[in-house]
């Protein structure tokens, strides 16, 4: 009796985290964001794609900026760092995990946007965070962020 509730519980909770709808990323006009900007500053996104919440793995990614924790970023969110400071800096998955030794060093110049894509592969206790510097070109065709065509 107590494995039929327990099964019964487990597919309401199944149905009501599967309802949930897909978060809806909007097109922004990058370029009229940045114009608006008077203080020089560099932008970083951090981001993780779009993953069913029913398979997305619990764990956070740690993201570290030059061995301070900035933000644990989740399952399926985007994380915008304006950073207003120029030269070089290191961005890493935490410094202090010794199973985790990813470091991407950069070389930030004011008025620059970077992307990062974080995920996580599964593995037996949790899995392990990684992340990849991708192109500007990339990062905004996977975040959604498109240009406004020039009107003629």
Same mark, same amino acid.
């Given at each position: ?5 327990? $099964?019964?519980?487990?597919? =309401?909770? +199944? ?9 809806? @990323?909007?097109?922004? %006009? ?12 560099? !932008? =970083? ?10 398979? +997305?793995? $619990?764990?956070?990614? &740690? ?11 989740? +399952?399926?969110? =985007?994380?915008?760092? !304006?950073?207003?400071? *120029? /030269?070089?800096? @290191?961005?890493? #998955?935490?410094?202090? %995990?010794?199973? @985790?030794?990813?470091?991407?060093? $950069? ?14 592969? &599964? /593995?037996?206790? /949790? /899995?392990?965070? $990684?992340?990849?510097? *991708?192109?500007? *070109?990339?990062?905004?065709?996977? #975040?959604? #962020?498109?240009?406004? &065509?020039? %009107?003629?």
């Amino acid at each position: 009796m107590k494995f039929y509730v327990f $099964i019964f519980v487990m597919l =309401l909770f +199944a149905n009501s985290v599967s309802a949930q709808k897909k978060p809806v @990323v909007l097109a922004a %006009d990058v370029d009229s964001i940045q114009q608006k900007d008077t203080v020089p500053h560099v !932008t =970083l996104y951090f981001y993780r794609t779009y993953i069913n919440p029913m398979v +997305a793995p $619990i764990k956070k990614v &740690p993201i570290y900026l030059n061995d301070t924790l900035c933000y644990k970023l989740k +399952a399926n969110a =985007l994380v915008a760092l !304006t950073i207003h400071k *120029e /030269g070089p800096m @290191v961005v890493s #998955l935490d410094p202090k %995990d010794t199973s @985790v030794k990813q470091t991407i060093p $950069i070389n930030t110049k004011y008025g620059e946007t970077y992307y990062f894509r974080c995920w996580i592969v &599964p /593995g037996l206790w /949790g /899995g392990k965070p $990684i992340m990849a510097n *991708e192109k500007p *070109e990339v990062g905004r065709a996977q #975040l959604g #962020l498109v240009n406004k &065509p020039a %009107d003629n």
